[in-house]
Nanobody, 116 residues
Framework: QVQLVESGGGLVQAGGSLRLSCAAS????????MAWYRQVPGKQRELVAD???????NYADAVKGRFTISRDNAKNTVYLQMNSLKPEDTAVYYC??????????WGQGTQVTVSS
């Protein structure tokens, strides 16, 4: 069993910054990748950014240049630094972990609200 605990969400004005954290614990054999997704009501969950164990990163076009994903392998923790936030970044942000056995795990989600 793997648990993902997210933190760092909240309310911020447009142009501001937030840093999300996601700590993984439990029976983690080996992590292939960790990622952040987001979802707004009535829409599908979408990938924001992901990072492999080899620190290869990938970003959605909407956040390139503003968000940075990073991970601390020793702590099994992934971070999402979000700068220059826009109202359209408002969503519930979910942490995702994929093991080398292709098992998917999700966090409970953390709300990010950007006011204009």
């Amino acid at each position: 069993q793997v648990q993902l605990v997210e933190s760092g969400g909240g309310l911020v004005q447009a142009g501001g910054s937030l840093r999300l954290s996601c700590a993984a614990s439990g029976s983690i054999f080996a992590i292939r990748a960790m990622a952040w997704y987001r979802q707004v009501p009535g829409k599908q969950r979408e990938l924001v950014a992901d990072i492999t164990s080899g620190v290869i990163t990938n970003y959605a076009d909407a956040v390139k240049g503003r968000f940075t994903i990073s991970r601390d392998n020793a702590k099994n923790t992934v971070y999402l630094q979000m700068n220059s936030l826009k109202p359209e970044d408002t969503a519930v942000y979910y942490c995702n972990l994929v093991t080398i056995l292709n098992r998917n795990y999700w966090g409970q989600g953390t709300q990010v609200t950007v006011s204009s």
